[in-house]
């Protein structure tokens, strides 16, 4: 979804993500970076909303670096905290 941010869909929840405006420098390897993001929340035991909020604050921190530099980890948690997610339930 790009700069509208993304969409993670579960079989009785589904969470949507916003992400803040920022400038983006290139977005190769964007897609691949939230993905990584997700699964190392997976992997870590976390819930579908912390792993769709880690695995988007990748994807906004490598958009903001030139071509396919990685963003500085220190930035991580300033990025996460500015990410915000919707839950919605269903039946």
Known sequence: MGAAGALLVGAQ?????????????????????????????????????QALRLGLACGVGTVQQPGSVLFDNKLLQHIEQSIHINTFMYN
């Open 13 to 49: 929840e589904s969470w949507l993500g916003r992400i803040p405006k920022v400038t983006v420098r290139c977005t190769v390897g964007a897609g691949d970076a939230t993905l990584a993001g997700m699964v190392a929340a997976f992997a870590q035991g976390k819930s579908a909303k």
